[in-house]
T-cell receptor, first 111, second 113 residues
Framework: SQQGEEDPQALSIQEGENATMNCSYK?????LQWYRQNSGRGLVHLIL?????REKHSGRLRVTLDTSKKSSSLLITASRAADTASYFC???????????FGKGTRLSVIA | DAGVTQSPTHLIKTRGQQVTLRCSPK?????VSWYQQALGQGPQFIFQ???????QRGNFPDRFSGHQFPNYSSELNVNALLLGDSALYLC????????????FGEGSWLTVV
């Protein structure tokens, strides 16, 4: 079974709007990583946040982590058509365990 | 600085055949993992190689095997292919299996007919 579950499964917004995707997980984690995947392509790493961190920023991306609620969110501000992709959260249960992925959120940004 | 590279990008095989996929990790990385991603699903962990040994394995049958070479590159072999093996196979690399950032390649699309 998959550890992380993204919500919503699909999201459609207008260019310039903000997009928020959520990820919930079931067990304690060491870190959580967000990835982007364009259709049929590989995964592009966006941000890694460790269990002792609460928020990280990278350009237009903001990730939060709430370990008490076992949840994370990815905010993309001022979205662009090029942000159209699937977004996955992946949890690392301990320092050397493999990533466990959810099914992803499909984001469509309409120009 | 080369990222994770995989080959081939696409291939078609017949049921019962065998396939070998190849991966070169990102420069400086020594740990390689393989994932299978079916259409519409998230990637599923197959196994991880570090110091030329399989360190961890996901819930995949023995038909799936791998190898890591002294230069850290890796191969994924799948024997007796089934239609259900059709998927995108992703290679990922990191510096040691220690919770560092994991980078993925573009993947190899396998279609079994």
């Amino acid at each position: 079974s998959q550890q992380g579950e993204e919500d919503p499964q699909a999201l459609s917004i207008q260019e310039g709007e903000n997009a928020t995707m959520n990820c919930s997980y079931k067990t304690s984690i060491n870190n959580l990583q967000w990835y982007r995947q364009n259709s049929g392509r590989g995964l592009v790493h966006l941000i890694l946040i460790r269990s002792n961190e609460r928020e990280k920023h990278s350009g237009r991306l903001r990730v939060t982590l709430d370990t008490s609620k076992k949840s994370s969110s990815l905010l993309i501000t001022a979205s662009r058509a090029a942000d159209t992709a699937s977004y996955f959260c992946a949890t690392g249960l301990s320092g050397n365990t493999p990533l466990v992925f959810g099914k992803g959120t499909r984001l469509s940004v309409i120009a | 600085d080369a990222g994770v590279t995989q080959s081939p990008t696409h291939l078609i095989k017949t049921r019962g055949q065998q396939v070998t996929l190849r991966c070169s990790p990102k420069s400086g990385h020594d740990t390689v993992s393989w994932y299978q991603q079916a259409l519409g699903q998230g990637p599923q962990f197959i196994f991880q190689y570090y110091e030329e040994e399989e360190r961890q394995r996901g819930n995949f049958p023995d038909r799936f095997s791998g190898h890591q070479f002294p230069n850290y590159s890796s191969e994924l072999n799948v024997n007796a292919l089934l239609l259900g093996d059709s998927a995108l196979y992703l290679c990922a690399s990191s510096l040691q299996p220690s919770g560092n950032t994991i980078y993925f390649g573009e993947g190899s699309w396998l279609t079994v007919v």
